[in-house]
Nanobody, 112 residues
Framework: QVQLVESGGGLVQPGGSLRLSCAAS????????MGWYRQPPGKLRDMVAT???????NYADSVKGRFTISRDNAKNMVYLQMNSLKPEDTAVYYC??????WGKGTLVTVSS
């Protein structure tokens, strides 16, 4: 069983940056592939970035070069550094411990 709590969302202007954090509690955090997903208003939830237990990363094409996922297994934390934010990045961002565990999400709004 893994519990996930996201933080760091908010309102940011286009071109700005935000860092999302996901705190995990429970057993064996380090063995999970962790991911960030997002759900824009009225749309389906999509993968943003994932990171394996060994540190291999994967990104959606729309965020490559702008977002960076990282993890700290000693602290049971996963992060998403988001730079050069665009209005189309507006969404609720969810943390995932593959495949079954989800946080409740944090809202990111990119608007001037």
């Amino acid at each position: 069983q893994v519990q996930l709590v996201e933080s760091g969302g908010g309102l940011v202007q286009p071109g700005g940056s935000l860092r999302l954090s996901c705190a995990a509690s429970g057993n064996s955090f380090s063995i999970y592939t962790m991911g960030w997903y997002r759900q824009p208003p009225g749309k389906l939830r999509d993968m943003v970035a994932t990171i394996t237990s060994g540190g291999s990363t994967n990104y959606a094409d729309s965020v490559k070069g702008r977002f960076t996922i990282s993890r700290d297994n000693a602290k049971n934390m996963v992060y998403l550094q988001m730079n050069s934010l665009k209005p189309e990045d507006t969404a609720v961002y969810y943390c995932n411990a593959a495949p079954f565990y989800w946080g409740k999400g944090t809202l990111v709004t990119v608007s001037s």
